[in-house]
């Protein structure tokens, strides 16, 4: 049993580090992005929680990443909404690094369900997105790169997503 097992990592560890099929291309592409998420949602989570008490914004009208990160909004949660899209963020790489590069055909449900939590992540992305100007009316460059994060996983996510309910269903 552990040399098979053993035999399984070998296998995975192959197919993940040099496997060049789109899927795994897609799932890289989905972890270079949730990274690039963790990087901006880390200085707000820094700001939200007294970390740092500043965030520097880009020299153009209408940013205040303090404004928006600090408002009610930002805390409607009972935790600062920074620390959540954080940890959102970082679950999708295990999500994304979980099974072989034939997972679609072989584990349907993990694609299906990686799809569905980064479809869930774009709308509330799209939904904080929209506070910004319309109810802060000031920008934050880091929740904009967050914002785009999501939305950029949400779209790789769909492509191996719909092959699993393919082979899922039959159709």
């Known amino acids: 049993m552990e040399s098979l ?60 990443s303090d404004k928006v990160n600090s408002s009610d909004t930002a805390y409607a949660l009972g935790v600062p909404d920074g620390a959540v899209s954080l940890a959102s963020l970082a679950a999708n790489i295990p999500l994304a690094s979980f099974g072989g590069a034939d997972r679609a055909e072989t584990m349907p449900i993990v694609p299906l369900a990686a799809a569905a939590k980064a479809a869930v992540e774009a709308a509330v992305a799209g939904w904080y997105f929209y506070q910004m100007p319309a109810k802060e009316k000031k920008w934050c460059g880091y929740c904009i790169v967050g914002a785009a994060a999501n939305i950029g996983i949400a779209a790789l996510s769909l492509f191996e997503a719909k092959k699993a309910w393919r082979n899922l269903t039959g159709k």
């Open 5 to 64: 097992i053993k035999k399984d990592a070998q296998a995975l560890r192959r197919e993940l580090q040099n496997g060049t099929g789109e899927d795994l291309k897609k799932r890289r592409g989905i972890i270079a992005l949730s990274l690039l998420g963790i990087g901006a949602m880390t200085a707000v989570t820094l700001l939200q929680t007294g970390i740092v008490k500043h965030l520097p914004d880009p020299p153009l009208p209408d940013f205040d």
